[in-house]
């Protein structure tokens, strides 16, 4: 499967932002995907997982401001950010795997990766 991250951009604090995941060339709906992100200097972080049946984990610093979701249909999944702080500033970059019906919250168990997008929050 081939993943396309987009919806990243330039945003004031308090704002908020869509991304979007974008899958090709496999279905979708039996992956597990997840959200990261990595910041300058700073390793990759967790922010929040969609499992194939639809269950979600969040990152508990995040979940009352961040929220995934999934559309099988359109082979996308989301991440609806609100209230976006300047520590939000990141790199965000979805992966996707095919291994059991939990989506995790460690990288180095997805496969999948897309390319990044870019999200930047000014104060």
């Known amino acids: 499967v081939q993943l396309q991250a987009s919806g990243g951009g330039l945003v004031q604090a308090g704002g908020s932002l869509r991304l979007s995941c974008a899958a090709s060339?496999?279905?979708?709906?039996?992956?597990?995907v997840g959200w990261f992100r990595q910041a300058p200097g700073k390793e990759r972080e967790f922010v929040a997982s969609?499992?194939?049946?639809?269950?979600?984990n969040d990152a508990d610093s995040l979940k009352e401001r961040f929220t995934i979701s999934r559309n099988n249909a359109e082979n996308t999944v989301y991440l609806q950010m609100n209230s976006l702080k300047p520590g939000d500033t990141a790199v965000y970059y979805c992966?996707?795997?095919?291994?059991?019906?939990?989506?995790?919250?460690?990288?180095?168990?997805?496969?999948?990766w897309g390319q990044g997008t870019q999200v930047t929050v000014s104060s």
């Open positions: 992966a996707a795997n095919r291994r059991g019906l939990v989506a995790p919250i460690i990288p180095f168990e997805y496969d999948y």
């Open positions: 969609i499992s194939l049946s639809g269950t979600i």
């Open positions: 060339g496999r279905t979708f709906s039996v992956y597990n």
